[in-house]
Nanobody, 114 residues
Framework: QVQLVESGGGLVQPGGSLTLSCAAS????????MGWYRQAPGKQRELVAS???????NYADSVKGRFTTSRDNVKNTVYLQMNSLKPEDTAVYYC????????WGQGTQVTVSS
């Protein structure tokens, strides 16, 4: 079993910043891609950012230039630095990790509001 534990969500004003973290633990042999999805109320879950083990990244067009994902392969942890946050970034953010299966975090709420 692999567990992903997220932290760092919360309430922030428009234009503000937040950093999410997601640490994987358990029966980890090797983790390949890691990243983040989000789901806003009434909308489908969408990919926000992903990062390969070699640190190649991919971003949704809506977050390019504002969000940055990174990872620590020793700690099996992935991060999402979110800057210039907008109200439309409000969602539950889920991290994922691809090993023998795709594993998911429990989700963390990010609310952007004045």
């Amino acid at each position: 079993q692999v567990q992903l534990v997220e932290s760092g969500g919360g309430l922030v004003q428009p234009g503000g910043s937040l950093t999410l973290s997601c640490a994987a633990s358990g029966s980890i042999f090797r983790i390949y891609d890691m990243g983040w999805y989000r789901q806003a109320p009434g909308k489908q879950r969408e990919l926000v950012a992903s990062i390969t083990r070699g640190a190649n990244t991919n971003y949704a067009d809506s977050v390019k230039g504002r969000f940055t994902t990174s990872r620590d392969n020793v700690k099996n942890t992935v991060y999402l630095q979110m800057n210039s946050l907008k109200p439309e970034d409000t969602a539950v953010y889920y991290c994922f990790a691809d090993g023998s299966s795709r594993y998911w975090g429990q989700g963390t709420q990010v609310t952007v509001s004045s």
